[in-house]
């Protein structure tokens, strides 16, 4: 009778441990990109292509127009899904060309607004952990809006829709 008892106690103790552990998942359900100037910049592709049910990834070509750009902000708004989507944490502009010049920064990084910007084939993998492990976010659909402002006017719109489960 003492030996099932303490069966029983290191199972209990085992099943509690390795199931109450929550372990998140990051996919992405969709991407929009327009374009709200077309004689400043275009959209050559912008999708979500999903290989198999645990592989998807984000691709976007950005042609840009009018070479160099020398003054881009950049306005980030994080919205949450509860009846429709509503802002949620954050709504962030930010000076991308002072970013950019920054010491710190990547010296790649300065040819950065030079050339069309390509965005190919990123995987959910690598946002999986920042949003999971590094930043604990509560479960749902969210979406990433970001307005790409050149010159003080509004050129360009994505949208990264995503779900955390």
């Given amino acids: 009778m003492a030996t099932k008892v303490i069966l029983f106690s290191v199972f209990l103790i085992f099943f509690t441990y390795y199931s109450t552990g929550v372990y998140s998942l990051v996919e992405f359900t969709n991407v929009q990109c327009q374009s709200l100037d077309k004689d400043f910049a275009l959209f050559e592709y912008c999708f979500l292509k999903s290989v198999n049910r645990s592989y998807k990834y984000v691709s976007v070509k950005v042609k840009l127009l009018k070479l160099p750009i020398t003054k881009v902000k950049?306005?980030?708004t994080l919205y949450k899904r509860v009846n429709s989507y509503m802002p949620f944490l954050y709504n962030i502009t930010f000076d991308a060309c002072r970013f950019l010049?920054?010491?710190n920064s990547n010296p790649i990084a300065l040819f950065f607004l030079q050339h069309d910007l390509?965005?190919?084939?990123?995987p959910y993998h690598s946002v999986n952990n920042k949003f999971t492990k590094i930043l604990p976010f509560p479960e749902g659909n969210y979406m990433l809006e970001m307005h790409w402002i050149a010159y003080d006017i509004d050129r360009a719109v994505t949208k990264f829709y995503w779900s955390l489960t």
Avoid at 118 to 122: A, E, G, I, S
């Fill in 118 to 122: 390509v965005l190919d084939k990123m």
């Fill in 74 to 76: 950049l306005q980030i």
């Fill in 101 to 103: 010049k920054s010491p």
